[in-house]
């Protein structure tokens, strides 16, 4: 009986241990995870002023886009998939300074309506792989009564330079781009997905084209700014600070 006593009380107290060893192991990890950089009351503070500052200065940006603009007709909201208020700023001082004759907008939709307005001498050229987006762009520029721009569908295509790109018949007859503004196609999911521009634009480009790539702040947009200027003898290239990063090359 004593025997039968004894045994059950060291099973007691081995289930006990092992509970204890658990929760020492919950409680090491929690604290782990609590140290964690992403966790830190300092950095979460540091990261909410960056933010807090980006969208003060996108307020000031769009602001400064609307006054300049003069739209007389509603527009889109400038979050998400859309070009933000700080690039579109940006591409209507560059064509304020280059006049362009010739733009090719890649990946249309408030940059179409943006560069059309800062342009209205220009033929704008706006290109997009969906019929969706597209016809969204044809509405907004109906209802801005924009009469500049060749909004053309170009499905996505297997490409020799690469990712799936742009139907090319769909550039075919587009020379001497003075302005060209890269942001499609969706290059989240692919951070090669905009190179194949390199292949088929560099030809097409008047000898004072200026380029601007958005979404400069991932790999693949930098490094095809980067290609750009290895092809591009005499150019500079700047790295903009804005919300999702943009670069822009133009002749020294």
């Given at each position: 009986?004593?025997?039968?006593?004894?045994?059950?009380?060291?099973?007691?107290?081995?289930?006990?241990?092992?509970?204890?060893?658990?929760?020492?192991?919950?409680?090491?990890?929690?604290?782990?995870?609590?140290?964690?950089?992403?966790?830190?009351?300092?950095?979460?503070?540091?990261?909410?002023?960056?933010?807090?500052?980006?969208?003060?200065?996108?307020?000031?940006?769009?602001?400064?886009?609307?006054?300049?603009?003069?739209?007389?007709?509603?527009?889109?909201?400038?979050?998400?998939?859309?070009?933000?208020?700080?690039?579109?700023?940006?591409?209507?001082?560059?064509?304020?300074?280059?006049?362009?004759?010739?733009?090719?907008?890649?990946?249309?939709?408030?940059s179409t309506l943006v560069l059309a307005?800062?342009?209205?001498?220009?033929?704008?050229?706006?290109?997009?792989?969906?019929?969706?987006?597209a016809g969204k762009t044809k509405s907004?520029?109906?209802?801005?009564?924009?009469?500049?721009?060749?909004?053309?569908?170009?499905?996505?295509?297997?490409?020799?330079?690469?990712?799936?790109?742009?139907?090319?018949?769909?550039?075919?007859?587009?020379?001497?781009?003075?302005?060209?503004?890269?942001?499609?196609?969706?290059?989240?999911?692919?951070?090669?997905?905009?190179?194949?521009?390199?292949?088929?634009?560099?030809?097409?480009?008047?000898?004072?084209?200026?380029?601007?790539?958005?979404?400069?702040?991932?790999?693949?947009?930098?490094?095809?700014?980067?290609?750009?200027?290895?092809?591009?003898?005499?150019?500079?290239?700047?790295?903009?600070?804005?919300?999702?990063?943009?670069?822009?090359?133009?002749?020294?």
């Amino acid at each position: 009986m004593f025997d039968w006593f004894l045994s059950l009380a060291l099973l007691a107290v081995g289930l006990l241990v092992i509970y204890q060893i658990r929760l020492l192991r919950r409680i090491s990890g929690k604290l782990r995870n609590l140290s964690k950089p992403e966790r830190d009351p300092r950095v979460i503070a540091k990261k909410s002023r960056e933010e807090n500052w980006q969208h003060y200065r996108q307020s000031e940006y769009f602001a400064q886009l609307i006054h300049l603009m003069d739209f007389k007709a509603a527009i889109p909201g400038l979050r998400s998939w859309a070009a933000s208020a700080d690039v579109l700023l940006t591409l209507v001082n560059i064509s304020q300074k280059v006049k362009p004759k010739v733009v090719l907008d890649l990946g249309s939709g408030i940059s179409t309506l943006v560069l059309a307005k800062a342009t209205p001498a220009a033929k704008v050229f706006s290109i997009d792989h969906l019929e969706e987006f597209a016809g969204k762009t044809k509405s907004l520029l109906a209802d801005h009564e924009i009469t500049n721009v060749d909004l053309r569908v170009a499905p996505l295509r297997p490409n020799s330079a690469g990712s799936d790109w742009y139907e090319l018949s769909a550039l075919s007859d587009i020379n001497q781009i003075d302005l060209l503004f890269i942001d499609g196609p969706p290059g989240s999911k692919d951070d090669k997905a905009r190179h194949p521009v390199l292949a088929h634009g560099l030809s097409k480009l008047s000898p004072r084209a200026v380029i601007v790539i958005d979404d400069a702040a991932r790999d693949g947009e930098r490094a095809l700014a980067e290609m750009f200027l290895e092809a591009l003898p005499g150019y500079e290239l700047e790295f903009l600070n804005h919300e999702k990063g943009t670069a822009v090359l133009r002749p020294k």
